[in-house]
C-alpha cells in the first residue's frame, strides 16, 4: 500500500496482486476529474465508452468527460435507469447494443461509472463484447467502493435469482472517488457501511475497534476516516480474492452474514425494504446470536455488535424490517436455496469472535429454525 501525492492532490493507491490480471486501487477524492490522466498510461486505444446511471450521470458523467476529452480520449456515454431491475438480459442486450453501435474495437475501453448495479452489468458487458475489452471502475456507492470493485466479479439476475449469469472478470483499474459519496442518500452510505463494518468482524478485531471508534465520522464522509476504511476494507479483500480468486477457499468468509442476508433479501423482494448492506449488517447480528446460542461465541461479543450497527442506524431486529416469527419457515428455505448449499446443507458463515468466523457447513436446521423463529 502506498500514498502517492500528485500536483492536483493526494490519493491512497493498493494493488490488487492477480498476475497479469492485477491491476490498482486508488482511493481518494477527486478521481473523477483526473480520470483521463490515469486512465491514458493503460489505453490500447484513446477511445472510451462510459455506461452509467441516470442519478450518476447527473454529477458526475460531465467532469468524466471533460477529463477525458482534455486527454484526447474520444468518448461515448450509455445511460442505464436506475436500480437492480436493470441489471436483466433486456437491458444487457440493448447495452451491448448500444456500445458496439459506438463502434468499438479491441482496443477500446469501458468505463463503470457508477454502484454495483452498473459496475455488474457493465463488467458483464466488459467481459464478454469482442470477447473481452478492457475496463475501468469508478465506483460512486460507498458499497461498491468497499466490494464490488474487488474481485471481478460481474453479473446479471434472470427470474430464478440474482447474479445466476456473469464471469470472473477483472478491471484495469479502479478508481474510488471518495468525493462522490457527498451526493449519495444517507441510507445508501450507511448500508455501504454495514459491509465495512463486515471486514472488521471477519477479520480484524482492531479495525472494528476502530470502527466503533471513528464509525460515525465515517458515515459523515470525514474524510481520513473514509479513505482508511476504504483502504482497510479493499486491501483486505484485495488479500483473499489473489489467495482465491474463484472462490474454491477462503473467499468464502466474505460471504459472513451474506446466507442470512440473501434470505432476508428475498423475503423482502430485494428492494427499497432492505437493501443488501442492511440486510449483511443485520445478517451478521443474527450469526453472532445463533453462535452464542450453539456455544460458539460470547454473549458479550454479540451484544457489542449489536450495539455497534444500531449505533449505525442499521437493522438489529426481524421486526424492525417487518418480520414476524412465521417467517422462519420461509427464511429458512430461502436459505437452503442460498448459492452456497450443497446437496440441500445449508452452509454458514459464523463467528468464533470478533474478527474471527469460520465456514460451518452443515448448520444444524433444526436449531436454526428454532432460533429463527424467537428471533421473529
Ligand atoms: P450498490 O452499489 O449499493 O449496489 P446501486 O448501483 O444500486 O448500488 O446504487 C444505489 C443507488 O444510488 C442507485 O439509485 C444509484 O443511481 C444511486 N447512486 C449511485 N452512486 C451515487 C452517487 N455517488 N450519488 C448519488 N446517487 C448515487
Ligand atoms: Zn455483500
Avoid at 287 to 295: E, H, I, S
Avoid at 333 to 354: F, N, Q, S, Y
Wanted: with cysteine; net charge negative.
Amino acid at each position: 500500500m502506498t500514498a502517492e501525492v500528485t500536483a492536483t492532490g493526494a490519493f491512497d493507491q493498493l494493488r490488487v496482486e492477480l498476475g497479469e490480471r492485477g491491476y490498482d486501487i486508488l482511493v481518494g477524492p477527486g478521481l473523477i476529474e483526473r480520470a483521463g490522466a490515469l486512465m491514458s498510461p493503460l489505453l490500447r486505444r484513446r477511445q472510451a465508452v462510459i455506461v452509467t446511471d441516470e442519478n450518476v450521470a447527473r454529477h458526475y458523467l460531465a467532469p468524466l468527460r471533460e477529463s477525458l476529452v482534455e486527454h484526447g480520449i474520444a468518448q461515448h456515454a450509455v445511460v442505464l435507469p436506475p436500480g437492480e431491475g436493470t441489471k436483466d438480459l433486456a437491458h444487457f442486450g440493448r447495452l451491448v447494443d448500444d456500445i458496439l453501435a459506438c463502434g468499438i474495437e479491441r482496443g477500446t475501453m469501458l468505463v463503470a461509472l457508477g454502484g454495483g448495479v452498473v459496475g455488474d452489468i457493465a463488467g458483464f458487458a466488459a467481459a464478454t463484447l469482442l470477447r473481452g475489452i478492457d475496463f475501468v471502475q469508478i465506483p460512486t456507492t460507498l458499497l461498491a467502493q468497499v466490494d464490488s470493485s474487488v474481485g471481478g466479479k460481474t453479473a446479471l439476475d434472470t427470474r430464478f435469482g440474482k447474479n445466476l449469469i456473469g464471469a470472473f472478470y477483472q478491471p484495469r483499474l479502479v478508481l474510488a472517488d471518495t468525493a462522490s459519496l457527498a451526493t449519495l442518500p444517507r441510507r445508501e452510505v450507511r448500508a455501504g457501511y454495514g459491509e465495512i463494518v463486515k471486514y472488521g468482524l471477519m477479520r480484524d478485531a482492531d479495525f472494528f475497534g476502530w470502527l466503533e471508534a471513528k464509525g460515525r465520522a465515517l458515515c459523515d464522509l470525514e474524510r481520513g476516516a473514509l479513505t482508511r476504511a476504504v483502504m482497510v476494507s479493499c486491501r483486505m479483500k484485495a488479500v483473499i480474492v489473489a489467495a482465491d480468486e474463484r472462490e474454491e477457499g477462503d473467499r468464502a468468509l466474505l460471504n459472513f452474514g451474506h446466507t442470512f442476508a440473501h434470505a432476508l433479501e428475498t423475503e423482502t423482494g430485494f428492494g427499497d425494504r432492505l437493501l443488501h448492506g442492511e440486510a449483511v449488517a443485520l445478517g451478521m447480528v443474527l450469526a453472532f446470536d445463533f453462535a452464542v446460542r450453539l456455544g460458539l461465541a460470547s454473549g458479550q461479543d454479540s451484544h457489542r455488535v449489536r450495539q455497534h450497527v444500531a449505533a449505525a442506524g442499521l437493522p438489529t431486529e426481524l421486526a424492525a424490517i417487518g418480520l414476524s416469527g412465521s417467517a422462519a419457515d420461509r427464511l429458512l428455505l430461502h436459505m437452503g436455496k442460498d448459492k452456497k448449499v450443497r446437496d440441500g446443507a445449508i452452509t454458514l458463515i459464523l463467528p468464533r469472535r470478533i474478527g474471527d468466523v469460520f465456514v460451518m457447513r452443515d448448520a444444524p436446521v433444526e436449531q436454526l429454525r428454532g432460533f429463527l423463529a424467537e428471533a421473529a
